[in-house]
């Protein structure tokens, strides 16, 4: 009888650096003769193993503190740790426009400070445009293609409603390019990819991109296993229920942005119309002696208003509208993880079933078998390690931005009221 397969690799307690990934070899090494695969594959682990229930479809974090005070603590802990064990600290800022005969376009300055072996020196600055940023995101995707990938800034600006070399639209891509980054720096598998390196210290990025595919890795190559027209027969459930959770999550967050633009848009319009009510008093005020004071108040209330208003409207522009769009690309950026995990667990199993098939005296499973089933249990590891980390991101993001709208409606309304 055949003996049972050799357990696979499994991140255990490592870290994800710490993991041997099989997309980074290129040869496998000799396993024993077995038919079967991993039971992790035909029979997933049961969400409750995992801490989850699913109300709805939806999967929850049960470890989740009660009270909102614990919350806090915990986030504040995982903040000050993040600091002590930093080594990598990168900024973006100093947007300038460059003219040329061809193009008009701007560059921003890319600042590293960092303590790594892997870098040559302790400090470099660089200038870099967007679409050397967008180089970057196509690299670490074609070169971690088992990882997921901080979404950029959506590149096209409507002709005509923004004006891209605006003060206000170059700050807000500012801060998306630097939060890019950041998000980048603090992933502990991202953050050591060679061409986030070069991005961050090369002078001469142009010169690096001509070298073309001389200096992909063998993980990169290996992209072109999930492409494959392989049907999956059933998600394992657990990567259903972070599916259906993504589906739900983009479906809530698009609604947001929609009435939360539209919000603006009439707060916009109405403050046209202030700024045209209130002169009317001020001239009305000039014209009748005794009504002078109280008119002149009006008006003055109503600048006070407008005054408010823009604040408050430019805060929801810049704070507010940036953070749901990020996460409605981020969402749909670990759809795309997903689909290509589906696609390497379908091959897995066509390549089963093949094997199968063939009945032979002595069964042994092909290395191109055991390459796929590596590939699978990469691809599971690392996603699910992604998936935590960006709901932990989620929550302090989220928990920032809405207690920060908070407080901006809050200062409005006190900047308006009337004692």
Request: charged share 30%.
């Amino acid at each position: 009888a055949a003996s049972a397969p050799k357990p696979l690799p499994s991140s255990g307690p490592k870290s994800l650096r710490e993991m041997p990934h099989p997309l980074a070899t290129s040869s496998s090494e000799e396993m024993g003769p077995a038919l079967t695969p991993s039971p992790d594959l035909l029979l997933p682990r049961s969400i409750a193993d995992k801490d989850l229930s699913l109300p709805n479809g939806t999967p929850v974090d049960t470890s989740s503190p009660a009270s909102s005070s614990s919350l806090l603590n915990r986030l504040q802990l995982d903040d000050d740790l993040d600091v002590e064990t930093r080594d990598l600290f990168v900024t973006v800022d100093d947007p300038k426009k460059h003219v040329c005969t061809m193009e008009t376009y701007i560059t921003y300055r890319v600042t590293t400070k960092t303590t790594r072996a892997e870098f040559d020196l302790p400090e470099y600055s660089v200038r870099r445009r967007y679409q050397d940023f967008d180089w970057l995101r196509n690299k670490l995707e074609e070169s971690q293609p088992t990882h997921l990938i901080p979404p950029l800034p959506e590149k096209f600006v409507v002709k005509g409603v923004v004006d891209r070399f605006s003060e206000e639209f170059v700050e807000t891509r500012r801060k998306a390019l630097d939060k890019f980054l950041k998000r980048i720096t603090d992933h502990p598998v991202l953050s050591f990819n060679e061409h986030f390196n070069v991005f961050l210290t090369a002078k001469d990025l142009n010169a690096y991109k001509k070298q073309g595919m001389a200096l992909l890795s063998k993980m990169g190559e290996s992209v072109k296993y999930v492409t494959g027209g392989y049907k999956l027969r059933s998600r394992p459930l657990e990567f259903a229920a972070i599916g259906d959770y993504l589906d739900t999550f983009s479906l809530k967050l698009g609604t947001i942005d929609r009435i939360a633009q539209r919000i603006i848009k009439e707060q916009l319009e109405y403050l046209v119309e202030l700024r045209e009510y209130g002169p009317v008093y001020s001239t009305w005020g000039g014209l009748e002696v005794e009504l002078s004071e109280p008119l002149e108040g009006v008006s003055a209330c109503i600048g006070n208003c407008c005054t408010a208003l823009e604040e408050l409207s430019e805060d929801m522009t810049e704070d507010f509208l940036p953070v749901l769009r990020e996460y409605i690309l981020y969402a749909e950026s670990m759809k795309n993880v997903l689909k290509k995990r589906d696609q390497v667990q379908a091959e897995y199993e066509a390549k089963l079933e093949a094997v199968a098939l063939k009945r032979e005296d002595r069964p042994k499973v092909p290395a191109d078998v055991e390459k796929c089933q590596d590939r699978v249990e990469c691809f599971n590891a690392d996603l699910k390690a992604d998936m935590e980390r960006w709901q932990n991101n989620k929550r302090q993001d989220f928990r920032q931005l809405l207690m920060g709208m908070a407080d901006k409606n809050i200062q409005y309304y006190e900047k308006v009221c009337v004692t």
